[in-house]
């Protein structure tokens, strides 16, 4: 099975997203999923079932919308086959507001094979397979500390997220009066045992509770000698220990600290697709700051840039959701292109009067601002990545950049 490019990853969370945000007036969305291995005679027997078992919805409207969308689906089926990781069909009577519903279809390929056959139906579609499709599986354990306090966490594909925060008791290298010196290091040696102890039960407890097919392995960050101390203490749970990959200086060891040690690690990590996008990000910040001249931002720069070749490799947030409209006056030559950004299920914008001569103005374009880029990259010759917003880097880029910047060939003074 051939790996989805990121633009595909974007096209399928996309369709997602305008899924979710479809909605039936009554249980009248169905959701149907085929597996590569169910017959499609098979279907069309259970479908038709559905069909004859609908007559009995006292909502005549209801009834009415239900089979409609069965015979669309049967339809489409009788000329269909079923791809390798199977097939799943979207369609039902979905509110268009003003009291109106449309009868709509989506069919979705998925980038990995559906399991087991299901008809669902329902006032929405029932994504949750699909969803978990967006989910990383690869989970790497995070824990950093010192004597003082400790923060453990997982990674999960792209996002860090810290589950237990720990602090000790144990006692400053100042003794109080009237304790011998061996005493008190005696005493201190205990409690930061017992400290270490509690991490790595708590440690344990986060990391085992990971699906250990999915578990990659654990990074310890922390001072020296602390983290030494720890890893050569034996505190993990027996499976746990084996799984510690290695041991990073890092200085933070509150929740901060676990970026840092994701950071420090990006050697073991650098195959992970967090550490690939980072080091993109990082080397568009060193373009923008240098006097190279070879970094840009911004839709109507970058667009110039790829235009006339120039753009080595597009950086576009998987999060932006923009469209570009080309509106023209009704009346006289007046045109105006411009981009903007959209949620699901947004109308289009107001259009409003020609600033020349008054007339009405109407959208006669409507593009994705990300399908049309990546096409000129593809003529181009460009490299387009898209950047999760899960990292630090990643947020920065939809939020201070707009979602697309470029890093360029040659310096063009655009």
Do not use: W
């Amino acid at each position: 099975m051939a790996e989805q490019s990121s633009h595909q990853k974007y096209e399928f969370k996309k369709k997602l997203e305008s899924l979710r945000g479809k909605k039936g007036r009554g249980t009248e969305l169905i959701s149907l999923y085929i597996p590569p291995d169910k017959q499609i005679s098979d279907v069309v027997s259970q479908l038709r079932n559905e069909h004859s078992q609908a007559s009995n919805i006292k909502s005549k409207l209801t009834k009415t919308n239900v089979q409609g969308a069965i015979d669309s689906i049967m339809s489409r089926l009788r000329y269909g086959t079923v791809p390798e990781n199977g097939i799943v069909y979207f369609t039902g009577a979905v509110d268009v507001g003003a009291n109106k519903t449309n009868m709509e279809t989506t069919i979705v390929e998925p980038p990995q094979p559906i399991i087991t056959y299901r008809y669902h139906c329902d006032s929405s579609f029932f994504l949750t397979p699909l969803e978990e499709m967006l989910k990383e599986a690869k989970t790497y354990g995070l824990l950093v500390l010192d004597r003082r306090e400790a923060t453990v966490g997982l990674l999960t594909g792209k996002q860090i997220e810290a589950f237990r925060k720990l602090t000790s008791t144990v006692p400053g290298k100042q003794r109080k009066g009237g304790q011998s010196a061996h005493r008190f290091q005696q005493l201190r040696l205990i409690a930061i045992h017992d400290f270490y102890k509690r991490i790595g039960d708590a440690a344990s407890e986060v990391f085992l509770a990971v699906d250990q097919k999915d578990f990659e392995g654990v990074l310890i960050g922390g001072p020296s000698p602390t983290k030494e101390e720890f890893e050569s203490g034996n505190f993990f749970h027996h499976e746990i220990e084996k799984k510690v990959l290695g041991l990073f200086d890092v200085a933070y060891t509150d929740e901060s600290g676990l970026p840092e040690l994701v950071n420090a690690a990006g050697e073991r990590l650098e195959d992970l697709d967090l550490m690939v996008e980072k080091k993109l990000m990082q080397q568009f910040f060193r373009e923008l700051v240098s006097d190279s001249g070879k970094a840009t931002y911004g839709e109507d720069n970058v667009r110039e840039n790829l235009i006339i070749g120039a753009v080595d490799i597009l950086l576009i947030s998987e999060d932006l959701r923009a469209v570009r409209e080309t509106v023209k006056c009704t009346s006289c030559d007046y045109e105006q292109k411009t981009s903007r950004e959209f949620k699901p299920g947004d109308s289009s914008s107001p259009t409003g009067n020609c600033p020349k001569c008054g007339s009405y103005l109407e959208i006669t374009e409507k593009v994705d601002v990300v399908d049309q880029l990546s096409e000129i990259c593809d003529q181009m010759g460009t490299r387009v990545e898209f950047i999760s917003t899960d990292f630090e880097e990643g947020s920065q880029l939809l939020k201070a950049f707009g979602g697309v910047v470029a890093i360029l060939r040659f310096n063009t003074g655009i």
